[in-house]
Structure formats: C-alpha cells, structure tokens
C-alpha cells in the first residue's frame, strides 16, 4: 500500500476545492472573496455577524472588506442593520439572494464524487500515524 502523507492530501484537496471554487464563483459573477464572505454570515451568530468579526476570519484589511460589503449589499446578497444598543455596531444578514447565489457557488463536485466513491468500498483506508516532528 503505497505511503499517504496527510499533509500532501489535505493541501491537494485544497487545490482541488479552490479551483472549483473559482470556477462556480465566475458562473454566477461573483468572486471567491464574495463566496467566502456569503459563506461565513450562513454560518455565524449575532456575536460574530460585524464587520469587524470577518475582517479578522477573512485575514484582510478592513478597506477591503469593507468595499466587499459595499458590493454584496449593492447585488442585495447581504443587509447591514445597526445593533439597537449601540449605534456604532453594524450587524450583517445574509439575504435569500445571497443563500441562492451561495448555493450555487459552494464547491461540492468534489465531495459527492468522493462519497461516491466511498459508499462504493464501504470502508474508509486507513491512514498512517502521523508523527509530529519537532
């Protein structure tokens, strides 16, 4: 049985998903940073539903995010509401055009062909240990 470095695989099938990704996002006119951002509001709660939050999951710049939420909110994906306690908090709702579009775009090719696949063996390889070098 040929050797699995756990690593290598998760990294490919990132590649594999993000390629996808891109693929769906340009069908449906959108980019990934949009599909990233349509993704986490489908996920968060009223404590992480600011811009600030996904300034600090997306990693970027808050001009960047704020001009992605400009766009969204322009293509009525998202809607900014201010919080009634505090007027300076914004909060952000994923809107049902935004669900459809997000829908559309999740990559999920690679997932059904591999549960395809999957259900086909009806048991899971096993993997190496993995050992944690230091």
């Known amino acids: 049985m040929e050797k699995v470095d756990v690593f ?16 769906k996002c340009t069908a449906v006119g959108i ?4 599909l990233q951002v349509l993704n986490y509001l489908s996920r968060c709660n009223k404590f992480s539903d600011t811009p600030a939050a996904l300034t600090n999951y997306l990693g970027m710049t808050r001009g960047t995010v704020s001009q992605t939420l400009s766009l ?7 809607k900014k509401t201010a919080d009634i ?6 909060h952000l ?5 935004g669900q459809t579009v997000l829908e ?3 990559p999920a090719e690679l997932f059904i062909k591999a549960t395809t696949l999957l ?3 009806k048991t899971l390889p096993m993997l190496p240990p993995v050992s944690i070098k230091h």
């Open 119 to 121: 259900e086909k063996k």
């Open 104 to 106: 559309k775009a999740k």
């Open 72 to 78: 969204l909110e322009k293509k009525n994906y998202i």
């Open 31 to 34: 980019q990934s940073v949009h």
């Open 8 to 23: 290598d695989l998760i990294e490919r099938m990132s590649v594999l998903i993000r390629s996808e990704e891109r693929e």
């Open 93 to 97: 709702q994923l809107m049902p055009e």
């Open 85 to 90: 306690n505090d007027r300076r908090v914004v």
